[in-house]
């Protein structure tokens, strides 16, 4: 009856793994997000006010 018993522990192996790949490659993109972001409302802060230093900004 049983062909294959490894079929389904391949498959869920696959899943769990595209799943961590997906997942890292999401935080990724959001560390880089918030990173721009940052840099930007550096350079905005500096524009709007000349005569004070930026704020700092500290990592969430």
Do not use: C
């Amino acid at each position: 009856m049983r062909k294959n018993p490894n079929r389904l522990t391949d498959a869920l192996s696959t899943a769990e793994i595209s799943t961590k790949t997906s997942f890292s490659f999401r935080h990724t993109l959001s560390v880089e997000h918030n990173y721009q972001n940052e840099q930007e409302d550096a350079q905005n802060s500096l524009r709007h006010r000349p005569g004070k230093p930026p704020p700092l900004t500290t990592g969430a």
